[in-house]
């Protein structure tokens, strides 16, 4: 697959990566030895960018996946590992880079971003940033950027001290494209979401065009707006890649079907009439389970969730782009995948 330049941060990338979110729990759920068989296929087949989190806790399949690569002869520099926190001050952020180092049983992190920055974050998370300024510094880490679906947080990356680069959320239809605050929950009314601030695509174009152009690495996100877009298959692909300031698309797969179909696509090889099987990605709120503690409402930057009539969570498929923000955010694990 066709390499690229990720900008600042000197890295060679594919141009997919390889989103881990999508195998993990409250995903496909992939145990270590398939998840790890499925990211070391993908590998094989030209993608070398791969993105986890340190919430996702999928370290031990990235671990597993990284093993089996050195075994059968790959070297590290092969391969571009990205991971995330959502740390809000420099000490978590040194204990997640190190997390993520111990775990992966890594020397160096190739890309270490601040998770998910929303309006106004950056200056209340500039203790995280210093610290992954001094982390790179110190070598542990060899790139710092930021993850957000914001498009003023992805303007203001352009003139961040020494961001390498961003991962923005992009998509045709601008789904889950984020703009100011979105608040907390309110009381549990039916019916109630928090107000929308949605940002537009073109205001994300314009954003990561400065990035790009102030020498950024440039990657995004939710290509398909979480299953979403599946319909339109071909179209949305062909809008993110042909966006001239995207370096590379991640995507999240989590069988050798959606890799394989990938490639044909990049290759000109897939059919008119294809439509990708989205039908085991619906997440849902069992209401046996959950409590109404508005935790998920918070955690969805995409006003998803609301409250239904009795007072439980519920989650429009209409808005949802399968982050799985907020199942990761249920004390319960009320949100699952059915
Ligand atoms: S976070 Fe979990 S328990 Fe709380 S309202 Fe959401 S689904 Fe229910
Ligand atoms: S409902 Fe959950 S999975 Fe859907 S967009 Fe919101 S946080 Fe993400």
Redesign the pocket.
């Known amino acids: 697959m066709e390499k690229t330049l990720l900008g600042k941060t000197e890295k060679k990338v594919s141009r997919a990566g390889f989103g881990v979110l999508a195998i993990g729990r409250t995903h496909r759920d992939l145990k270590d030895e398939e998840g790890s068989d499925l990211l070391l296929y993908g590998l094989e087949k030209g993608i070398n960018f791969f993105d986890t989190a340190q919430y996702y806790e999928e370290y031990p399949v990235m671990k597993a996946f990284l093993k089996k690569a050195f075994d059968g002869g790959r070297s590290r520099d092969e391969i571009v590992i990205c991971t995330k926190s959502l740390a809000e001050d420099a000490g978590s952020m040194r204990d997640a880079v190190d997390e993520a180092l111990n775990e992966m049983d890594l020397g160096y992190i190739d890309i270490f971003l601040m998770h998910e920055v929303r309006s106004g974050q950056l200056e209340e998370r500039s203790g995280a940033w210093e610290a992954l300024r001094e982390l790179k510094a110190e070598g542990k880490v060899h790139a710092i950027g930021i993850s957000t679906h914001h498009t003023d947080v992805a303007e203001k990356a352009a003139e961040l001290r020494d961001c390498d680069c961003v991962f923005a959320l992009l998509n045709a239809e601008g789904l889950g494209i984020r703009k100011g605050e979105t608040g907390g929950p309110g009381e549990r009314l039916p019916g109630y979401r928090i107000p929308d601030r949605q940002g537009t695509r073109e205001e994300m174009e314009e954003a990561l065009g400065k990035c790009h152009d102030a020498g950024l690495g440039v990657f995004t996100m939710k290509a398909l707006g979480g299953g979403n877009l599946a319909a339109d298959y071909r179209e949305a692909l062909d809008y993110v890649f042909s966006r001239s300031f995207v370096h590379s698309v991640m995507l999240g797969m989590s069988s050798r079907s959606e890799i394989n179909d990938l490639l044909d696509y990049l290759e000109g090889k897939l059919g008119e009439d294809y439509v990708p099987d989205v039908s085991d990605k619906v997440l849902k ?1 069992n209401h046996d ?9 918070k955690a969805c930057a995409s006003g998803a ?1 609301y409250y239904g009539d009795d007072g ?2 519920v989650i429009d498929r209409d808005r949802c782009i399968d982050c799985g923000y ?1 199942a990761y ?4 694990r ?2 699952i995948r059915v």
């Open positions: 709120v389970d959950c409590v109404g503690c508005g935790e998920c409402m969730v439980l969570s907020c955010a249920c004390p319960v009320a949100i």
